[in-house]
């Protein structure tokens, strides 16, 4: 009996540790009983009823990377073109997701697949270089809205690549060396234009004051003009008022004075060997005489006063 006790005490403990199932975290096991699905068993530990009850799936509920393969496209242009992707997604209802769809992953890959042909192939080839972001955006929300009845949810998708062909290339290469020619030579006249346009600017200013400069010398050449002739008007008048007071002996003077000045440049000239008079030496005297009479005339007259 003592045997049978422990053998039956044996099977007990047998019978609970099969019926003890841990769930690590992260994951939720689906149980089945009987072949049909019960319940979800989130992280922790559960007890279940062995030979009745059993672990049915174990789902990832973090968010997972699903690698899409590379992908030969057609564009709408009958381009050709290689194309990579990658989609996150997360399981939301454990139970959806294993009994809903017999293989999640390649579901999710294949539906992927087709979307992104249909969206891809809807596009020319420079829409589908320049517009990921709108591809992306497109593919999720047709894919999310797919997959919903999954009890996945679709949080990103990204066109990792795009490939077009090798001619293609050559020639977008070549294009895009032709536009930057194209902008630097833009550049480079636009520069030479603002040079020319600085230098034209510089000239006309410096014409302008030329100009300037020329008015206001003319202007003051024109006033020294004017004051030297003011200035001999009033010499002319005075010398006039003289002869008129004098008579000829002031004129006399006057000439006796211009003719000694003269003779005197004459004579301090540096290519002056000899000096010959053209008029005859008692004119000079004579003149001298008359400058002699005004003398003595003006300090008689002075005398007299006193």
Request: aromatic share 6%; glycine share 8%; proline share 3%.
């Amino acid at each position: 009996m003592g045997g049978v006790l422990i053998a039956l005490i044996g099977v007990v403990f047998i019978f609970l540790l099969m019926g003890v199932r841990v769930v690590r975290q992260g994951y939720v096991y689906t149980i089945e009983r009987l072949g049909k699905y019960t319940l979800a068993a989130n992280p922790g530990l559960h007890l279940i009823i062995p030979f009745v009850d059993r672990v049915g799936n174990k789902v990832n509920m973090m968010e997972q990377v699903l690698d899409i393969p590379g992908q030969e496209i057609i564009t709408k242009d009958n381009a050709m073109v290689g194309v990579d992707a990658i989609v996150f997604f997360q399981v939301l209802d454990a139970g959806k997701a294993a009994y809903e769809v017999s293989n999640l992953y390649v579901a999710i890959m294949q539906l992927t697949t087709t979307n992104l042909r249909t969206v891809m192939g809807s596009m020319d080839l420079d829409e589908t270089l320049s517009r990921r972001d709108e591809i992306n955006a497109k593919l999720l929300m047709v894919i999310d809205h797919a997959t919903a009845p999954w009890g996945v949810k679709i949080t990103r998708i990204e066109i990792k690549d795009i490939r077009p062909p090798a001619d293609i290339s050559n020639a977008m290469a070549r294009q895009m060396k032709a536009e930057r020619e194209k902008r630097a030579n833009i550049l480079e006249a636009e520069g030479l234009r603002a040079a020319e346009i600085l230098r034209a600017e510089g000239e006309k200013q410096g014409a302008i004051l030329s100009a300037e400069g020329r008015k206001e010398a003319a202007f003051r050449d024109a006033e020294a003009r004017e004051r030297s002739a003011e200035a001999e008007a009033r010499a002319t008048k005075v010398v006039s008022e003289a002869i008129a007071g004098s008579g000829s002996q002031a004129l006399n003077y006057f000439v006796a004075q211009k003719y000694t000045e003269a003779v005197a440049a004459f004579a301090t000239s540096p290519n002056a060997k000899t000096i010959l008079f053209p008029v005859e030496a008692t004119q000079l005297i004579g003149s001298l005489g008359g400058i002699g009479e005004l003398v003595r005339d003006s300090l008689g007259t002075g005398e007299g006063k006193k």
